[in-house]
């Protein structure tokens, strides 16, 4: 199986994180990710152990994280699980559409908490919002269910359509870059008076949007960047 981590966000429930290890391990996969989950010892707990029914060897060796900027960080795709639509933030795909982009990548899927799911600070270090097809007016699944779906999809997908039936995937800029590209224009659009810090105007949500969909590649990070600099060097010059 490729490198598909599971990252659950601030997890109240300890049974969850049990049975989201049972979940992905009977799917294949193992990287199993808490970030900052509110039992610090939740691998630990004894209903995590029970509920992970023999699937303790993935919770021992899951990784707890303070923060999901560094759960993130080396993903090319991350994607934010969520039953609702949002105004801003990066573009909504089906499971589908997500398990099929993910081939070849090295890709998360990122659940939120059991109340509130994830916020729109969260989404900043997704690439894609994704949602499972579910009931409309009832569509909120269990987080562990919703993980156990999303193992399966991608385990189809996986054994459907392998890695050597597709032309080989260019990768895409990794979360961590990303979020250095938008702190970098950030720092130019000031300098050039695009950006008044007082009124921001959702500027940088739009800009991250369109950067989203774009699904940014290294280079492109890289030739942003060169326009961000070079925007606070000649306002530098100007002084
Ligand atoms: N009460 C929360 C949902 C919590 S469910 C809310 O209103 O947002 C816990 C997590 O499971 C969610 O954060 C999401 O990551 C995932 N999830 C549950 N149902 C889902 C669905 N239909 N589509 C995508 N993700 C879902």
């Known amino acids: 199986?490729?490198?598909?981590?599971?990252?659950?966000?601030?997890?109240?429930?300890?049974?969850?994180?049990?049975?989201?290890?049972r979940a992905i391990k009977t799917m294949g996969f193992d990287q199993l990710i808490l970030v900052a989950p509110k039992n610090s010892d939740a691998i630990r707990a004894p209903d995590a152990i029970a509920l992970a029914s023999g699937a303790d060897d993935v919770l021992a060796k899951t990784q707890v994280m303070d923060s999901l900027a560094l759960a993130t960080k080396d993903h090319h795709l991350v994607f934010g699980l969520s039953a609702r639509d949002r105004e801003f933030g990066p573009p909504s795909i089906?499971?589908?559409?997500?398990?099929?982009?993910?081939?070849?990548?090295?890709?998360?899927?990122?659940?939120?908490?059991?109340?509130?799911?994830l916020s729109n600070e969260d989404y900043q270090f997704c690439s894609h919002r994704v949602w499972i097809d579910a009931n409309p007016s009832y569509s909120s699944l269990n987080l562990a269910q919703a993980v156990m779906v999303c193992a399966y999809e991608m385990r189809q997908s996986l054994t459907i359509t392998p890695p050597t039936h597709l032309k080989e995937p260019t990768l895409k800029a990794t979360m961590e870059s990303i979020n250095a590209l938008m702190d970098h224009l950030r720092e130019g659009l000031i300098a050039i008076d695009f950006l008044n810090p007082s009124h921001p105007k959702k500027l940088m949500e739009r800009l991250r949007s369109l950067f989203d969909r774009a699904g940014l590649h290294p280079e492109e990070v890289d030739l942003l960047r060169g326009v961000a600099k070079q925007m606070i060097l000649k306002n530098d010059k100007k002084i």
Do not use: D, Y
Not at 4 to 21: C, D, K, M
């Open 1 to 21: 199986m490729p490198s598909v981590s599971w990252i659950l966000h601030q997890t109240s429930h300890v049974g969850n994180v049990g049975s989201a290890a």
């Open 94 to 117: 089906s499971l589908k559409e997500a398990c099929a982009m993910a081939q070849g990548q090295s890709c998360a899927f990122l659940f939120g908490t059991e109340r509130a799911g």
